[in-house]
């Protein structure tokens, strides 16, 4: 619509885990309901080129896009708000930056120039924000920048948004979002933070357009005014963002207090009326007033950090929604279970997912979950390490291949069901070398994917080295466990199903990367429906 660009920073000040990502998010939605593009980027100020070495401890969940990137798990609320896909351009961290400096320096780019933070990382920074908006022709380009200002880490990229400040002029806004803490021993809402953090942003040459106040309590209108007086913004830009039930609120807070009007404004573009967002509220609707409540084990390894499993959580919420049911995710840490506990820990579950993973810890409990599940015929899905380990139950327990397992947890095991992948064998490097992203996969005609998908050609994202080991497949059919979906270039089985059981799916790749608000995701809407038909 528009015809040039418009470049929006999201920063951070005060604290950390503010939600810049759900703020960018809502605000991209809001305009993107006004008919614009928009596309939204983090910029995350570590080292690491990409998180994919990333424990899932340290920042939570790696998500996946559909171009195989490793990428902050911030990009899966962007996809999940906008309906729209993401790719590598979308995620650049520091590690990233240098790489890229660097490896020009060792080309000789530089013609023997000093290469030094100012001009050429910042250059660098300033060349991965602008070129979403070359390339990907949008009305507006969101870019977060991670960190909290003050940091040592982010100056170079606050930096970089002080020099496009000036370079773009008119067409771009910065908001800056803060903390208003309340002190209850006084009974007051506290300022001085968000005045201390907008000091240092301006020391940097960084002047705050629209600020977003995070509050647990309404802030009066003369706290508003005095944040704008001290810290050279209009009243009107001063927008409070109160703690909501569901992060799928903030977009309405945000429109009722005018965040895309005032950016909007800001950039002196028409604001025309308010959109309705009625797909959206029908959505809230739905989740607000389920008829079913099913309560669901999540077996993993890293329960204790809910964001290790964001994309599940949110797949749930989807895939809830479209069935009206209210889905309570119990976590089960999977180092806890095993033969004797089973039974008082899935009790009264209604389903269970086997989580995503790597490496040998909690995968024996893991293993003792899937059994109890395939033999109590409790719905269940198994998600990339999920799926091999009912493989591996399967073997052990049904084909009586005891010593059955996967490459990735005994080297020596005389059956592999799980195998190293061929293209993985002379990897050595670790970043950025496993099979990922999006694949193509043809499913079973009558099989519980093929009618959850409605379709025999999908295609789903990937991240892992391990594959069935296609030698035993013969033996798993005639047992009953079937390849229900294949990729069709190289025969690698996507998809495993036991079609005795109520709904028993295991899938090599990770469908909750692509489950969204308005698109909930086939699979985990079709297994919230078996949970729910178990209960009855
Ligand atoms: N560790 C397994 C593999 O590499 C599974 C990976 C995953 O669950 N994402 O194949």
């Not at 998010?25 to 990333?54: E, H």
């Not at 030094?116 to 070359?134: A, M, N, S, V, W």
């Not at 009974?187 to 953090?197: A, R, V």
């Not at 008829?291 to 669901?296: C, E, G, N, Q, S």
Request: with cysteine; net charge negative.
């Amino acid at each position: 619509m528009a015809t040039e660009t418009k470049y929006i920073f999201v920063t951070g000040g005060v604290a950390s885990s503010l939600g810049k990502g759900i703020i960018s998010a809502s605000l991209a939605k809001l305009l993107q309901a006004r008919n614009y593009s928009v596309t939204i980027q983090k910029l995350d100020p570590y080292i690491n080129v990409d998180p994919g070495t990333l424990n899932p401890f340290e920042h939570g969940e790696c998500f996946v896009t559909d171009d195989g990137a490793e990428t902050d798990l911030d990009l899966g609320h962007y996809e999940r708000f906008l309906n729209v896909r993401t790719s590598q351009a979308n995620n650049v961290t520091t590690g990233r930056i240098y790489k890229t400096v660097i490896e020009k320096e060792r080309r000789g780019d530089y013609l023997g120039k000093t290469v030094q933070i100012i001009p050429h990382i910042t250059d660098e920074i300033k060349r991965r924000i602008k070129l979403l908006g070359t390339n990907g022709n949008y009305d507006f380009v969101i870019t977060e920048i991670g960190g909290t200002v003050g940091d040592i880490e982010s100056l170079s990229y606050i930096e970089a948004v002080r020099q496009l400040k000036w370079e773009l002029k008119n067409r771009c806004v910065c908001i800056h979002l803060t903390l208003v803490p309340y002190l209850a021993a006084c009974g007051e809402l506290k300022t001085k933070p968000t005045q201390h953090s907008v000091k240092a942003l301006q020391e940097a040459g960084v002047q705050p357009d629209v600020l977003v106040l995070r509050t647990e309590h309404k802030l009066r209108p003369d706290i508003k005014a005095k944040v704008a007086n001290f810290c050279n913004v209009q009243p009107g830009a001063v927008i409070e963002s109160r703690d909501c039930s569901t992060i799928y609120e903030v977009p309405l807070e945000m429109q009722k207090e005018g965040l895309d009007k005032i950016v909007l404004e800001q950039l002196g573009i028409e604001v025309g009326p308010q959109p309705e967002l009625l797909p959206w509220r029908s959505f809230l609707e739905r989740y607000k007033n389920p008829k079913h409540h099913v309560k669901i084990a999540l077996v993993g390894k890293y329960v204790e950090l809910k964001d290790a499993y964001k994309s599940i959580n949110e797949s749930f919420i989807h895939a809830g929604a479209a069935n009206e049911a209210d889905v309570n995710v119990a976590y089960i840490n999977a180092e806890t279970v095993n033969k004797d506990n089973c039974e008082s820990l899935f009790a009264d579950i209604d389903g269970m997912l086997v989580a995503p993973g790597f490496g040998n810890r909690g995968i024996e409990g893991k293993i003792e979950a899937v059994r109890y599940a395939r033999e109590n015929n409790i719905p269940f899905l198994g998600i990339c390490l999920g799926m091999q380990c009912a493989v591996i139950e399967f073997a052990r327990n049904v084909l009586g291949l005891d010593d059955a397992n996967s490459l990735e947890m005994d080297e020596k095991c005389s059956h592999p069901v799980i195998n190293l992948m061929e293209e993985q064998k002379l990897v050595t490097e670790k970043g950025g070398t496993m099979r990922l992203g999006a694949y193509p996969c043809t499913l079973k005609d009558g099989s519980n994917a093929a009618k959850a998908y409605g379709s025999l050609e999908i295609e789903e994202r990937h991240r892992h080295r391990y594959e069935f080991n296609n030698l035993y497949k013969e033996q798993f059919e005639a047992a009953g466990m079937i390849a229900t979906g294949i990729n069709p270039q190289t025969n690698l089985v996507e998809i495993v199903e036991i079609p005795t059981h109520r709904w028993f799916v295991g899938v090599q790749f990770h469908p909750e990367y692509k489950s969204t608000v308005l698109n909930p995701h086939p699979l985990f809407v079709s297994f919230v429906k078996a949970t729910i038909e178990n209960k009855k």
